[in-house]
C-alpha cells in the first residue's frame, strides 16, 4: 500500500499545513522507526510530518505525526508496540493541541 505522506516526510518534505494533535516516536534503531512510521500510517487516518533518520542522533530516529487526537494515539500506539518488540522503544507521545507555531520550528 503506497501511503502519499512516508517518502515526502522521509525527505523533510511533507506539506503538512496545520497541526493537529502531534504524535512522536522514538527508536534507538533506523530501521525499527521505518517500521514503526509505516505502521502508524496504516493503522489510522494521520499524517506524518517527518522522519528523522540518525542524523547526529546518536543511532537514533524519530518521527512526528498530526491528525485528530484518537487518530493519532491510534497511530502512536501502533507505531510504538513495533518498535517495543525489538526491545528499541526510546519514547512516544501524543500532544493534544500543540501550538500552531510549533510546526514552523520542527521543519
Do not use: W
Not at 517518502?7 to 511533507?14: D, Q, Y
Not at 534507538?28 to 540518525?54: C, G, H, Q
Request: proline share 4%.
Amino acid at each position: 500500500m503506497y501511503i502519499p505522506t512516508f517518502f515526502p516526510a522521509l525527505a523533510g518534505h511533507s506539506g503538512v499545513d496545520l497541526l493537529e494533535a502531534l504524535g512522536i516516536l522514538e527508536s534507538f534503531s533506523v530501521a525499527s522507526l521505518i517500521e514503526a512510521a509505516d505502521a502508524a500510517v496504516k493503522a489510522a487516518k494521520v499524517r506524518l510530518i517527518e522522519i528523522r533518520l540518525a542524523m547526529a542522533l546518536g543511532g537514533k530516529a524519530f518521527c512526528t505525526i498530526t491528525g485528530e487526537v484518537a487518530a493519532v494515539q491510534a497511530a502512536v500506539d501502533a507505531g510504538a508496540q513495533v518498535i517495543q518488540e525489538k526491545g528499541l522503544l526510546v519514547n512516544k507521545i501524543v500532544i493534544p493541541q500543540p501550538r500552531q507555531e510549533l510546526l514552523r520550528e520542527m521543519i
